[in-house]
């Protein structure tokens, strides 16, 4: 993650925090999406110009928000080596079309 996609919007964490089991991980959609580990990011990656920091994902900096992500990892939400983590609201899942690239993108 860049610089610019770390957020200090405690306000945004809260109610994210609170309403997280309407917001989905990378894993969570991998397995949603029946694909291999890692799909669900490229299309992260590949959505990211469009999507909007607080509003259409939260990041989750393993520096600010150790519990968090302990929180996440302990309920088998995120992999358990990620380090830090990153939540999808549901309109920025439909908006990447809700559903996983196709299986042969290699992500370039």
């Known amino acids: ?3 610019e996609c770390i957020t200090d919007d405690i306000q945004t964490l809260a109610l994210t925090m609170r ?9 969570e ?9 890692g799909t ?4 992260f990656k590949r959505a990211l110009p469009s999507l909007r920091e607080g509003i259409d994902f939260i990041y989750l900096s393993h520096e600010q928000h150790a ?3 302990e929180q996440l990892r302990a309920t088998e939400r995120i ?9 999808l609201a549901p ?16 992500g370039d």
């Open 1 to 3: 993650m860049h610089a």
């Open 19 to 27: 309403s997280q089991m309407h917001w989905s991980s990378f894993r």
């Open 29 to 37: 959609l991998d397995e949603k999406w029946k694909t291999r580990k």
């Open 40 to 43: 669900a990011f490229l299309a």
């Open 67 to 69: 519990s968090e992500i």
């Open 79 to 87: 992999y358990a080596n990620s380090i830090n983590a990153v939540l």
């Open 91 to 106: 309109e920025a899942i439909t908006a990447l079309g809700d559903r996983a690239p196709s299986q042969h993108d290699d």
